[in-house]
């Protein structure tokens, strides 16, 4: 089967242009699968039938795997199968009566703005770390980017004296602005403190770690948990947390779900319409509390 999963790995770099984490992700998924097969005394993908796909799967939900991660992994074999008998390896798509589990949808978690306003005072100007921790997290606040977005940002991807930038993937770009605060952090980043970190003075990247390097997601990952325990931050904060707060204080502040969806970079407009949601159950509450005959 690695093969047939590698095949399918490489349509995907070079036909689908997908990242190198979605790669890495449906890899990881198969892999897995195939490891299952083998044990069971499967090794060829075109004896694979839609019972002992059936069979994986009550494994995986057997085995306490969350309902988030049977749908993505049933996800990466629809797409594999999908795709092998597009290219004639199988004789049918075995994986096309696989459905995935019903997820309860969970309100994402979100910041205040005065739990927003103490994370981004954290980072000082008495380092070149601070000065480029500041900009990151007043960019990735300002945008609701995504981290891989964020620290695959070239320098040529933004436009100080306009405040925008350019976020590129793998089918479109869009153009986010960026307010007052961010334009100011990431202008002393760029004009102090890039190159004095920076190793490969011709790189175009935008953010690098204290080696000189790009920014890696592990490492933006420690940084903001670190910035969130020093501002006192009780709940459990993620790069996406801003991304969510972000959302949720425009819609909140009368932005339209259109523009939101078009910054966030969402295909489906359903899936911004969480932060309505999230603004009506706030407005429902606060009614509730203080209303004389709630």
């Known amino acids: 089967m690695e093969?047939?999963?590698?095949?399918?790995?490489?349509?995907?770099?070079?036909?689908?242009?997908?990242?190198?984490n979605t790669e890495m992700s449906y890899k990881r998924d198969l892999n897995k699968l195939a490891q299952y097969f083998e044990k069971q005394g499967i090794t060829e993908i075109r004896k694979v039938s839609g019972t002992h796909l059936q069979s994986y799967i009550l494994y995986l939900e057997k085995n306490g795997f969350a309902a988030a991660t049977v749908s993505r992994n049933i996800a990466s074999i629809k797409a594999l199968f999908h795709f092998l008998f597009k290219e004639g390896m199988v004789a049918e798509d075995v994986s096309e009566n696989l459905k995935a589990p019903k997820i309860e949808k969970k309100m994402p978690e979100i910041l205040t703005t005065d739990e927003v306003n103490r994370l981004l005072d954290q980072p000082g100007n008495h380092s070149p770390k601070e000065i480029r921790d500041r900009a990151m997290l007043e960019l990735l606040y300002a945008t609701g980017i995504r981290v891989s977005e964020l620290i695959n940002l070239k320098v040529s991807d933004v436009n100080l004296q306009v405040g925008y930038i350019i976020c590129k993937d793998a089918h479109k770009e869009r153009v986010i602005p960026f307010g007052a605060?961010?334009?100011?952090?990431?202008?002393?980043?760029?004009?102090?403190?890039?190159d004095v970190l920076l190793e490969d003075k011709t790189s175009d990247v935008l953010f690098c770690n204290c080696s000189g390097q790009p920014m890696s997601r592990q490492g933006f990952w420690k940084l903001i948990k670190?910035?969130?325990?020093?501002?006192?931050?009780?709940?459990?904060?993620?790069?996406?947390?801003?991304?969510?707060?972000?959302?949720?204080?425009?819609?909140e502040n009368g932005a339209d779900l259109r523009s939101v969806q078009e910054m966030l970079g969402h295909s489906d407009i359903s899936t911004t319409q969480i932060y309505a949601n999230m603004t009506q159950n706030k407005i429902r509450e606060v009614y509730a509390k203080n209303f004389p005959r709630g």
């Open 3 to 20: 093969k047939e999963i590698q095949g399918f790995i490489t349509y995907l770099h070079n036909v689908k242009k997908t990242s190198a």
């Open 181 to 194: 605060p961010a334009k100011r952090a990431l202008t002393e980043y760029i004009k102090t403190t890039r």
């Open 226 to 251: 670190h910035y969130a325990k020093k501002a006192g931050i009780t709940s459990d904060i993620t790069p996406h947390t801003l991304r969510h707060s972000f959302a949720a204080h425009l819609v």
